[in-house]
């Protein structure tokens, strides 16, 4: 009876704290980076759902966002990608359009992972392997942030459920610096 009470107590506690923070294992299998042959996985258009990050400008950069997409094409130079974005910021008298964006150049690195960079002196960025319908861009230097996009305005919970022990496996804070407000209007092509 007492072991019986103890192996649930233990089961139990075992259960929330894989819930909350993810063992070396767990995060072995679920941070992986995507390789250069995964290339076509990422082209097309994305939506912006989450965004963590480990410093405070990211923060207040965030706070100003409605709604962002991106868009990654092929060009003609199979070493350039081109990323189209439009961002939405929070409505500002000062500022007649509230969407911004323009198209950027985008180097593909030479190494097994997949890695993008706008200049050379610019952080790189790499992808997480993730569910098909999302995309995660990962992007460390000085500072370190994830980017959760979709297909779609949403992802499956579990798929967010994810997302968010992928960004404690990198130890980044617990709250998001951006959540998608599905009420808010993504800018127009
Ligand atoms: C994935 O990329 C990150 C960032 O460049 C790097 O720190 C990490 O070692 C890479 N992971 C593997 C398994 O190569
Ligand atoms: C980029 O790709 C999209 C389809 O994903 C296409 O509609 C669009 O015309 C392309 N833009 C350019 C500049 O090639
Ligand atoms: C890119 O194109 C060049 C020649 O046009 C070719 O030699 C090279 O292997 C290509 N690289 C990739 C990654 O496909
Ligand atoms: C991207 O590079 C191509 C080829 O160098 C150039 O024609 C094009 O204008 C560049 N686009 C942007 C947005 O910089």
């Not at 075992?14 to 993810?22: D, E, G, V």
Request: proline share 6%.
């Amino acid at each position: 009876m007492f072991t019986l009470h103890l192996s649930a107590s233990v089961l139990v506690s075992l259960l929330s704290l894989s819930a909350s923070a993810p063992t070396a294992d767990d995060c072995s299998q679920l941070v992986q980076n995507m390789t250069a042959d995964e290339l076509p996985k990422i082209l097309g258009k994305w939506i912006l759902i989450e965004v963590f990050a480990d410093d405070g400008v990211f923060k207040s950069m965030y706070e100003n966002i409605e709604s962002s997409w991106i868009e990654f094409n092929t060009t003609a130079d199979n070493q350039t990608l081109l990323l189209n974005s439009r961002t939405r910021s929070v409505p500002n008298p000062h500022q007649k359009d509230p969407c911004v964006g323009v198209p950027i150049n985008m180097t593909l690195a030479s190494g097994k992972d997949l890695e993008i960079y706008p200049f050379d002196t610019l952080p790189h960025s790499k992808f997480l392997r993730t569910c098909p319908d999302c995309l995660i861009v990962h992007q460390k230097d000085k500072y370190q942030f994830l980017q959760l996009l979709g297909r779609t305005q949403t992802v499956a919970v579990s798929d967010l459920e994810t997302f968010r022990k992928q960004a404690a496996c990198l130890q980044l804070p617990e709250l998001p610096v951006f959540h998608y407000d599905t009420n808010k209007e993504l800018c127009p092509e």
